[in-house]
Nanobody, 124 residues
Framework: VQLQASGGGLVQAGGSLRLSCAAS????????MAWFRQAPGKEREFVAG????????YYAGSVKGRFTISRDNAKNTAYLQMNSLKPEDTAVYYC??????????????????WGQGTQVTVSS
């Protein structure tokens, strides 16, 4: 499985961005997908996850109500819509795929496949 993340950029506080994660392979619709982020000097942290059907989602408290994760299985793509961005959202954002997961988990070790990361910078 190969993942390609895109959509990052520079935005002012209060603005919006939509990240995309395009996956190769036929089994995308069976994967749990998630977004993580890593700020300079900090550990990678869970942001949001979505189950195989899109019917279940889970968010970190710091982004709940501002970010929305979704997926389009016909396009083998997962998305992260980020609204009301804050400077503390600045990080490299990574998408991950859990090919064995039935449930969304925030543990990074559950995700065997990763995209290359896309930089999100929010200016104050």
């Amino acid at each position: 499985v190969q993942l390609q993340a895109s959509g990052g950029g520079l935005v002012q506080a209060g603005g919006s961005l939509r990240l995309s994660c395009a996956a190769s392979g036929r089994a995308f619709s069976t994967y749990v997908m998630a977004w993580f982020r890593q700020a300079p000097g900090k550990e990678r942290e869970f942001v949001a996850g979505i189950n195989w059907s899109g019917g279940s989602t889970y968010y970190a408290g710091s982004v709940k109500g501002r970010f929305t994760i979704s997926r389009d299985n016909a396009k083998n793509t997962a998305y992260l819509q980020m609204n009301s961005l804050k400077p503390e959202d600045t990080a490299v954002y990574y998408c991950g795929a859990d090919q064995n997961g039935r449930y969304i988990t925030p543990q990074m070790t559950n995700y065997a496949f990763w995209g290359q990361g896309t930089q999100v910078t929010v200016s104050s």
